[in-house]
Each structure stands twice: as structure tokens, then as C-alpha cells.
């Protein structure tokens, strides 16, 4: 009789079990659509300021989850700089100063060229599952596309935002958009991503807005304009000696 009456008061409780996938499966479809052994990416990176808009272009390497370069192409005050990261350490060439340098500790949160990216968010290329333990924790249509709404909790003392939120399109296995939030549980990030191509087997973003919710503006459109999976990449691309030639 006890049990008859569990049944009766918590319907909708065990709906929801029955009805929603494995997070962790989710999270693993995310990561096969978005990771990769080498990828090489030209972009544009749109900083929407306070006085306009203006457009940073490059070229990045990576290799792994610890491994990756980029050499931006314009505009001209920035052009010939470079970044490399090996494992948890990054470099940045200044061609007006022909000087190297390295950032660490608090540094990696500084913007990124006054965007609304910060060095954290470009070196953070490990998979989801190795960084995050995941629930479903329900259900909503983004521009006419269901999802499944995920919150992500660290489980790795390093990883770049304790917690997250994100709207998985419920066939394509892509987030659609995202929270990411401190320790202190304040919202210091929005992501729309869209712009979602076929790229061989995979489903990919072209187009992702980040937005500092610390900071006013229209945040920043990082746009890809071509993209390349499991490609050979020689080896002195990801070194020191790279950074100046």
C-alpha cells in the first residue's frame, strides 16, 4: 500500500527518469561533434565596442587537448602576433616589441585584445567528460530546435568555470547555448552558438557570441570562415622557435 501511494504522489518525478537520457552520454556525443586529434581554423573575431565593431583575423593549430598556435593576420596593429600553448603554459610574441612572453596564474584571465574572451576560455580545449560530471536537468526549444538542458560541476580543480549550463540540440548532440558561472555561483559568461554545419561526420558552430556579463556591449562573434579535422600539422609549429619566424 505505501508503495501504491509513492506511485501516486510522485508521477511526474519518475516520468522524468524514465523520459530523460544519460547526461554523460549526451556530454560524450558533445565532445565526439567538437573534439579532434589536429584541427586547423581560419577565423574572424568580431569585438563589438562601445565606439563600433572591429574585426581580428587568424590561423590556429592544435593538436591534442594541451597543444595548439595562432598567428593573427590583421588588422595591421596586430598582425605577426603569436600564441602558443604547451600544456598549461602560453606565450605570446609582440612583433612591435620583439619580445616573448609568458602568461600564468591570474594573468590567463585577462581579454583577449579587448575581447570578450579571455585566455582561460581559449586554452580550455579538454573534453567536457574529463572536466565536468553532468545532469539533465530538463528540456526547452531554442529557435525551433528541442534541447536538452545540461548542468555541468567540476569535478578537476583546475577547470576554467565551476559550473555550467547548456542547451544540447537534441538531434545534432551541439550546444545551442551556454552559462558558465564561478565558484560563487555569479553568471560570468553567456554563449549563443549557431551557424551549425555537416563537416564530414561531425556536427560543427561556425559562429559563437561570447558575452562578459561583467562587461556592457554586444559581447564578441567569433566567427569561423574555414575549419579542417585530423589533418597533419608538422611538428615545429608547436614550438618556441615558431613564435618568431
Do not use: C
Not at 47 to 75: C, D, W
Not at 172 to 193: C, H, W, Y
Amino acid at each position: 500500500m505505501k508503495y501504491l501511494v509513492f506511485l501516486m504522489l510522485t508521477p511526474g518525478l519518475l516520468m522524468a527518469q524514465q523520459y530523460y537520457p544519460n547526461a554523460e552520454v549526451i556530454l560524450q556525443k558533445v565532445d565526439d561533434n567538437l573534439t579532434s586529434t589536429t584541427k586547423v581554423i581560419e577565423s574572424q573575431m568580431v569585438i563589438h565596442g562601445r565606439r563600433g565593431s572591429r574585426t581580428v583575423s587568424s590561423k590556429g593549430y592544435a593538436q591534442g587537448f594541451n597543444t595548439s598556435f595562432t598567428e593573427y593576420l590583421s588588422p595591421e596593429r596586430e598582425k605577426g602576433t603569436k600564441m602558443l600553448k604547451l600544456e598549461d603554459r602560453l606565450w605570446i610574441y609582440s612583433p612591435s616589441t620583439d619580445r616573448t612572453i609568458q602568461l600564468s596564474g591570474h594573468m590567463l584571465k585577462q581579454s583577449v585584445m579587448g575581447s570578450d574572451l579571455s585566455y582561460e576560455d581559449m586554452m580550455e580545449t579538454r573534453k567536457l567528460t574529463e572536466m565536468y560530471n553532468a545532469t539533465v536537468i530538463g528540456e526547452e526549444t531554442i529557435d525551433g530546435r528541442k534541447t536538452w538542458v545540461l548542468e555541468l560541476l567540476a569535478k578537476v580543480v583546475d577547470a576554467s568555470y565551476e559550473k555550467r549550463r547548456m542547451w544540447i540540440d537534441q538531434v545534432r548532440f551541439i550546444p545551442l547555448q551556454e552559462e558558465l558561472f564561478a565558484k560563487s555561483g555569479q553568471l560570468l559568461k553567456k554563449t549563443v552558438l549557431s551557424d551549425v554545419a555537416r563537416i564530414g561526420a561531425r556536427w560543427y558552430p561556425k559562429k559563437i557570441n561570447y558575452k562578459d556579463m561583467l562587461k556592457e556591449g554586444e559581447g564578441t562573434d567569433f566567427i569561423i570562415t574555414d575549419i579542417q579535422f585530423d589533418v597533419n600539422i608538422p611538428d615545429y609549429i608547436f614550438t618556441k622557435a615558431s613564435l618568431k619566424k
